[in-house]
């Protein structure tokens, strides 16, 4: 099968929103009168990103979410794709699952591929996704204020968990490794909290690499600093609540650094007004997204992460870093 013909069995499909799709040197898209193209691009390495025993379908899920998830930080409602993907040969049966999950979660935020490009070489994904936001209403990093409530949405420290155990640093019973993997592999991204947040967040950011290395990214923009409730935090961890967590031996401490800096959650961090907490609130219920405060930005730069008493802890939790 050659180049083309890949490309026109598991990925053209009509345009049906994009002004022109697949099939020409450029795609047009015609954002509507008023909007602002909101625009982000993530590429996933094998080896680097993913394991290569991810099944291809949940690659091809995740390779859109993880973009979809930047649209959602910026509070813009996804539009088109495209997608870059290098592979070592033409692989049909990993087409096929990859190109289901891909567009099962494409056609589920409406987001049409409108292009790309395709080679041989090791197997590489990029996605540069397009979304349209109000003029003037994107959520940005740089908003957020003194006194403002830090939030973030569902669990976190899940798929560190899981990339752990597949490095053998830790053991997980079966029960638990299932999920923890489905949360590495097979991410929720968090749109229609990032819509919703608009006008009610102050600043936002998706935790892409760690909890803590994440927010430092909006502290900085910001020019503030933060206090994070690292029992708040850690009690994210979805892993601590099944039962089989009973048996699996892990301390405290562990869960702990997952939720603070293990990355690959693809959830939002997000501050806000203490005044709309109410707001927040109606947010999370109208997204379906479950939100946690977890800290307050304050004046003083850096990050304090301190317990249940206040005491600062000295415990270093890095981030992850691709050249790190």
């Known amino acids: 099968m050659g180049e083309f013909d890949l490309i026109a069995r598991y990925f053209t499909r009509p345009a049906k929103r994009a002004a022109l799709g697949v099939g020409d040197d450029c795609a047009l898209l ?21 394991l290569s025993t991810v099944e291809p379908a949940r690659l091809g899920h995740k390779a859109l979410a993880v973009n979809l998830s930047d649209l959602a930080a910026c509070g813009a409602k996804p539009l088109a794709f495209t997608l870059a993907l290098s592979m070592p040969s033409v692989d049909e049966p990993w087409l096929a699952g990859f190109s289901r999950g891909l567009l099962a979660l ?3 935020y409406a987001c049409e591929l409108i292009g790309g490009d ?18 003037g209403a994107a959520l940005l990093r740089s908003g957020a204020r003194v006194g403002d409530d830090i939030w973030v949405s569902g669990t976190l420290g899940d798929a560190r968990l899981a990339l752990e155990a597949f490095r053998g640093t830790l053991s ?30 102050t ?15 909006v502290l900085l923009a910001s020019r503030v600093g933060a206090r994070i409730d690292a029992d708040a935090v850690t009690d ?13 031996g892990l301390a405290l401490e562990t869960f702990r650094t997952c939720a603070l800096s293990g990355g690959d959650d693809y959830e939002l961090a997000f501050t806000a ?20 405060r977890i800290g307050t930005v304050e004046a003083e730069p850096g990050v304090r992460v301190v317990d249940a008493h206040g005491t600062p802890l ?3 939790f890095p981030s992850f870093d691709h050249f790190g």
């Open 273 to 292: 007004r203490p005044t709309a907490r109410d707001a927040v609130e109606q947010v999370s219920l109208a997204s379906h997204t479950v939100v946690t």
């Open 118 to 135: 395709t080679t041989r070489g090791p197997l590489n994904i990029c996605i540069t996704v397009f979304g349209e936001v109000p003029a």
């Open 30 to 50: 015609a954002p509507a009168p008023g909007m602002q193209l909101a625009v982000s691009s993530d590429m996933l390495v094998e080896g680097r990103h993913f």
């Open 236 to 248: 994210l961890v979805a892993a601590r609540r099944m039962p089989s967590n009973a048996e699996s």
């Open 314 to 316: 000295t415990q270093r």
């Open 203 to 217: 600043a936002a950011i998706d935790v892409s690499d760690g909890l803590l290395g994440d927010l430092v990214h």
């Open 172 to 201: 997980l019973p079966a029960p638990m490794l299932k999920q923890a993997r489905l949360r590495m592999e097979q991410p929720t991204p968090r749109v229609a909290l990032g819509l919703a947040l608009r006008g009610v967040a």
């Open 106 to 108: 494409a056609d589920e």
